[in-house]
């Protein structure tokens, strides 16, 4: 195949990715649904709780083995079957709810979705890194940014099916739309020519190429790795708990500056506000990536941490709701960054050469904050906030004192 349909083919593939991660996205918008539930079945806020927090601990796991199976099956197998385990998934979801069964919710929506999910998650970053490396930066940004974005449809959408048709109703309906719209997206999946470059692009001396990329077993032994996921987990702790109780927390602020408002036009305004902080986690993905590519990973990192743990301090305090939505919306943006601007840190850092295990493995960070973060935020509510300060604060510390790992060879 002549470069020039390389070129072609790897942005089709890059549009085939940004489809399939606005689908696996509207995960974010969990908290729609979480009101409902309760009031339908009786279950308490944690139980509901549980399932973002199931889900996202499966979704790190079932990334980190999927970007495994893609160093040696290949990215289509791999999506494919992410996309009909997270449709199989939504869809047992609704099920659950039609009979009334957490238990069977936690492993519908929690553990068979949220393998789909990460299965379908790690694929197109892989891919799309060894596809671009001229535009990495801007590349996951923009296939992350659909993930990003997902949970705006969902969050516009879902609350008026809710009303209208239920919550198992929607669920079978979106089931059925992951089912074909994942799958179908994966088959445009595959990884380029090996030793293929874009014409005319010299690779940076300030990265690691293809040829000296470390393996996994061989990045994992760097401190430089485990500081990675840790800045990873911190950022993704402190915004996983924010989108798990963003809609709660955005209704008792517009409660209180609109006294008599009703409990469904509060559902909807609640839903609005997640939808529209949900459109800047996918803004914010591509935005600070594509800066990266010009200020650096690291200072990406340095200028968000920081700016975050203020706004965390703040946001306590804020009773309009015009800014409680502006600053979510920053948040989020903050949050997406992080997820957009990992890839390619990690591959300018080891390399793409062994990128999907390398990168995959440290997305079991995005699982151990799947579950911290929404605990945290779930049990002490009125704290919440500023422990994820000072997660941030954390994670300022660790990125300012992060240096390039030693070439292979040298001492670690």
């Not at 399932?51 to 040696?72: E, H, N, P, Q, R």
């Not at 014409?199 to 500081?227: L, Y």
């Not at 973060?373 to 994820?388: D, E, N, Q, R």
């Amino acid at each position: 195949m002549s470069n020039e349909n390389l070129e072609s083919k790897r942005w089709l593939i890059a549009g085939a990715a940004i489809v399939m991660q606005l689908c696996l996205g509207t995960v974010y918008a969990w908290s729609v649904f979480k009101l409902p539930l309760m009031k339908a079945h009786g279950w308490s806020d944690f139980s509901v709780s549980a399932t973002m927090m199931i889900l996202m601990a499966v979704i790190g796991v079932s990334a980190a083995f999927g970007g495994t199976l893609v160093d040696k099956k290949g990215p289509r197998f791999v999506a494919t079957i992410g996309g009909i385990l997270f449709g199989s998934g939504v869809l047992l979801a609704g099920f659950a709810d039609q009979i009334g069964n957490i238990y069977l919710l936690y492993l519908g929506f929690g553990v068979i979705g949220g393998l789909g999910n990460g299965f379908g998650y790690v694929t197109p970053i892989a891919t799309l890194i060894r596809w671009f490396p001229d535009k990495r930066g801007l590349i996951t940004g923009l296939a992350v940014m659909g993930f990003g974005a997902g949970a705006f449809f969902m969050g516009k959408i879902a609350p008026g099916m809710v009303n209208d048709m239920g919550v198992a109703n929607t669920f079978y309906i979106w089931g059925v739309i992951f089912l074909v719209v994942v799958t179908g997206s994966a088959q445009f999946y595959k990884n380029p020519p090996k030793g293929w470059l874009p014409a005319g692009f010299v690779p940076s001396t300030t990265t690691v190429s293809a040829a000296d990329s470390f393996t996994f077993d061989e990045a994992v032994k760097r401190p430089q790795w485990w500081m990675l996921w840790g800045m990873l987990f911190l950022n993704v702790a402190a915004g996983l708990g924010l989108i798990s109780q963003l809609s709660p927390l955005a209704q008792v602020v517009v409660k209180n500056a609109t006294p008599g408002i009703s409990p469904a036009e509060l559902a909807v305004q609640g839903g609005t506000i997640l939808a529209v902080a949900s459109i800047f986690n996918g803004l914010g993905r591509l935005f600070w990536a594509s800066l990266s590519d010009k200020i650096g990973r690291k200072m990406v990192f340095i200028v968000m941490f920081i700016s975050q743990a203020a706004l965390y301090v703040v946001l306590p305090q804020i009773g309009n709701v015009m800014l409680f939505t502006v600053i979510a919306c920053y948040l989020l943006a903050c949050y997406g960054g992080g997820f957009a601007t990992m890839p390619p840190f990690t591959a300018d850092s080891f390399g793409p050469g062994y990128i999907g295990k390398v990168y995959g493995m440290m997305l079991t960070a995005w699982a151990c904050a799947g579950v911290v973060g929404p605990f945290v935020f779930s049990k002490i509510p009125g704290m919440a906030l500023y422990v994820a300060a000072g997660l941030l604060i954390g994670g300022f510390v660790i990125a300012l004192s992060f240096t390039r790992p030693a070439p292979k060879g040298a001492k670690a």
